[in-house]
C-alpha cells in the first residue's frame, strides 16, 4: 500500500507563460521522501511528465513501483511538486564573462 502525504509547494506561472503552456503536457520538478521495510529515509528527486497534477500522480506510483518492487508498504512525503518554467530570464546569467577551468 503506497501512502502520499502532500506538502505542495506551487509555483505560480509567470505572467509569460500561456494558457497552452500551463495546460498541455509539461515536465513537473518532483522533490519527495520515501519510507519502507528498512527504516531509512530515502531522499528523491524527479522530473517527470504530466499534463496535471493527476497525471504526475500516476508517473510517481509508476517510478515508486519501478524503484520499490518488492516493498510491501512504503510512506511518501512530497515536499515539492511544481512545474518546471520552459521561460529563461536572460537576466540571471552572466554572459559577458567567460569561465576556465
Do not use: C
Not at 506538502?7 to 513537473?28: C, D, F, G, I, V
Not at 520499490?68 to 518554467?85: A, F, G, K, M, Q
Amino acid at each position: 500500500m503506497l501512502e502520499l502525504h502532500y506538502m505542495l509547494l506551487m509555483e505560480q506561472p509567470n505572467e509569460y507563460e500561456t494558457e497552452k503552456a500551463t495546460t498541455s503536457h509539461r515536465e513537473w520538478l518532483v522533490e519527495y521522501d520515501v519510507v519502507n521495510g528498512d527504516g531509512l529515509k530515502h531522499q528523491h528527486l524527479s522530473i517527470l511528465n504530466g499534463s496535471d497534477i493527476q497525471d504526475v500522480q500516476v508517473a510517481i506510483f509508476t517510478e515508486l513501483r519501478n524503484m520499490y518492487p518488492h516493498s510491501d508498504r512504503l510512506e511518501v512525503t512530497i515536499t515539492r511538486l511544481e512545474p518546471i518554467s520552459t521561460h529563461t530570464e536572460v537576466k540571471k546569467f552572466d554572459l559577458d564573462t567567460s569561465y576556465t577551468s
